[in-house]
């Protein structure tokens, strides 16, 4: 089993900058690949950013490449997501994903899910 604990949302101005993290109890978090979704109000769930074991290679949404970076620190078991140059667009409650065995924008292959973050930008 794997726990997931998110972090660091807030309010903040567009054009403004918050980091996120992921911190991961639980076995083998280097051996995982480790994930952000969002979800708007009224929307679905949508991939934003993945990251592999090792760090790379990492997979963007086209909506957030540029902006928004993956990272993660194996020896912390932390996953984070720097979020720069936001949008309100960009308001939503950010999830934490662990151990995906399917491609990394799948939804459906992550076996554990944090209980979420939000994220409001304001205009």
């Known amino acids: 089993q794997v726990q997931l604990v998110e972090s660091g949302g807030g309010l903040v101005q567009a054009g403004g900058s918050l980091r996120l993290s992921c911190a991961a109890s639980?076995?083998?978090?280097?051996?995982?690949?480790m994930a952000w979704f969002r979800q708007a109000p009224g929307k679905e769930r949508e991939f934003v950013a993945a990251?592999?074991?090792?760090?790379?290679?990492?997979y963007y949404a086209d909506s957030v490449k540029g902006r928004l970076t993956i990272s993660r620190d194996n020896a912390k078991n932390t996953v984070y997501l720097q979020m720069n140059s936001l949008k309100p667009e960009d308001t939503a409650v950010y999830y934490c994903?662990?151990?995906?065995?399917?491609?990394?924008?799948?939804?459906?292959?992550?076996?554990?899910w944090g209980q979420g973050t939000q994220v409001t930008v304001s205009s």
């Open positions: 990251v592999s074991w090792g760090g790379a290679p990492t």
């Open positions: 639980g076995r083998a978090f280097s051996n995982y690949l």
């Open positions: 994903a662990a151990d995906s065995h399917l491609t990394p924008g799948a939804r459906a292959g992550y076996d554990y």
